[in-house]
């Protein structure tokens, strides 16, 4: 599922990338949710907020790993409902600015515990 999101309204912009291209839509992928849910969406439809957009999907429909999301941010919009999740080395810095960090929205994910290890805020 792809939500666009109308940022025109902000006074300004925060995320690295949106206030260079003058972008004021900004859009989130929420992948590797159930097809029950995502079936019953359709290109355009609005979402309240609040409103349920998917649950997460099984082992196989998450090719083989445990249930999860996969939250990506891009300020262009998508051709397909997918993402590139990964960029060569060569399109990284250009990537950097077309697909914000995620924790923009989500705010830290990880909390430094030790030196030698992260762990996942709870």
Request: net charge negative; charged share 25%.
């Amino acid at each position: 599922v792809v939500l666009e999101h109308d940022l025109s309204s902000l006074v300004s912009a925060t995320c690295s990338g949106i206030s260079e291209s003058n972008s004021t839509k900004l859009y989130a992928l929420y992948g590797h949710l159930g097809k029950k849910k995502v079936k019953q969406m359709r290109p355009g439809q609005r979402v309240e907020k609040g409103g349920v957009i998917g649950y997460l999907g099984d082992v196989m429909e998450n090719g083989g790993w445990p249930p999860h999301v996969h939250f990506q941010l891009s300020i262009h919009a998508p051709e397909t409902h997918d993402m590139p999740g990964v960029v060569s080395n060569a399109d990284r810095e250009k990537s950097l600015v077309d697909y914000p960090d995620p924790r923009l929205v989500l705010g830290e994910l990880y909390v430094d515990d030790d030196a030698d290890a992260l762990s996942l805020i709870r």
